[in-house]
């Protein structure tokens, strides 16, 4: 995870730099401290850096939303996983002790990327004076606790109870 947030400051950084480096040879060009010859050489170096740098966060971003809608269906999956152990063990299918370990630890991992999505989400939103990814195109639906299915709020509140004795 802290890659994700590495790489996103580290590309924004440079794209702020360059930024400035832009606007200070724009500056130097339009106070005519610099000629166009110059003005002309550095800007399509810096032009090209921009633009690589720039189609680089795209790229970024899109990984970071397709882990995103990754996670959110392994969550999904987990759900059933995790309604299906409940289930079966309501029928007597399975022991508690078996229950027990498969609803821990599909909690565990349900909980975990729920913590990876928000984080993601958090750096792909975070306010910074670099480039700014819209809300509107990062939209995914998250999972909460609304969407899940009956029993499986049920278990939540039952392993709260078991941790909390």
Do not use: H
Request: glycine residues 2%; hydrophobic residues 40%.
């Amino acid at each position: 995870m802290v890659l994700w947030r590495y790489l996103f400051e580290l590309v924004s950084k440079d794209l702020e730099a360059l930024r400035k480096k832009k606007q200070t040879l724009d500056d130097l060009f339009s106070s005519k401290r610099i000629s166009e010859q110059t003005y002309e050489c550095l800007n399509k170096d810096i032009s090209e850096a921009l633009m690589n740098t720039e189609k680089y966060l795209e790229s970024l971003v899109s990984k970071m939303k397709g882990r995103i809608d990754d996670l959110e269906r392994q969550i999904s999956v987990l759900e059933m996983f995790l309604a299906n152990s409940e289930m079966m063990y309501a029928a007597g299918e399975i022991d508690y002790e078996a229950y027990d370990r498969q609803s821990r630890a599909l909690i565990a991992g349900i909980e975990s990327m729920r913590r990876e999505i928000s984080e993601i989400k958090n750096i792909l939103s975070a306010p910074s004076s670099g480039p700014v990814v819209s809300e509107k195109s990062m939209e995914v639906t998250t999972a909460s606790p609304e969407n899940i299915t009956p029993i499986v709020a049920e278990i939540k509140s039952t392993e709260e109870t078991l941790v909390q004795s």
